[in-house]
């Protein structure tokens, strides 16, 4: 069992910044997928952006150019920088965890709150 643990949520205005921060409890962070997604009320879980075990970054296109992931093997932790936030970027967002070799292996974060104020 792992245990993802998200921190860095809150209320910022129009324009601001926020980091989250993902702490994952395993010895194999560092081969592992690491994602961020998030849910608004009333919508689906999306995609927000993706890092692979070799640092290569996807990102949802609502987000290109204002969000960063990143990860610290040493760590075990995965962040997410967001710049020039927006109201439409409020949600519950979720760090979530895979590893590629084992299709089982898919781990979900309790969420933290983004809300953006305008």
């Known amino acids: 069992q792992v245990q993802l643990v998200e921190s860095g949520g809150g209320l910022v205005q129009a324009g601001g910044s926020l980091r989250l921060s993902c702490a994952a409890s395993t010895s194999i962070f560092s081969i592992l997928s690491m994602g961020w997604y998030r849910q608004a009320p009333g919508k689906q879980r999306e995609l927000v952006a993706t890092i692979t075990r070799g640092g290569s970054t996807n990102y949802a296109d609502s987000v290109k150019g204002r969000f960063a992931i990143s990860r610290d093997n040493a760590k075990n932790t995965v962040y997410l920088q967001m710049n020039s936030l927006k109201p439409e970027d409020t949600a519950v967002y979720y760090c979530?965890?895979?590893?590629?070799?084992?299709?089982?292996?898919?781990?979900w974060g309790q969420g933290t709150q983004v809300t953006v104020s305008s």
């Open positions: 979530k965890a895979e590893n590629p070799d084992w299709g089982w292996y898919v781990y």
